[in-house]
């Protein structure tokens, strides 16, 4: 199976692969796509992104994440960037989608 994690930022898109026990910011940052980030703790949001595909090779929400973003949110498919930590490698789509 093919293990390809795709991250769409604000102007950069990258097929990168996916690192277990890394956040979807830090691939990002890693590979020089645009991605919106502050705080890197959970509580500013602009990492939001909509997890376009495989959600399943993502570690649960953390508490940042279940406080900051609405469990609605959550169900549909958000994630903090900053905290979504890749749990195993498979493929995953990820899209920065801040609020702003
Ligand atoms: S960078 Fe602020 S919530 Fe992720």
Known sequence: MSS?????????????????GTTILEHAIKHKVDWQHMCTRG???RCRCYIEEGAQFLAEPTKAEIARLDP???????RLGCQAVVKEAGSITARNKTYF
């Open 4 to 20: 390809i994690l795709e991250l769409i930022g604000r102007t950069v898109r990258k097929s990168v692969e996916p690192e277990p």
């Open 43 to 45: 509580t500013c949001a």
């Open 72 to 78: 609605e949110e959550i169900e549909e498919g958000y």
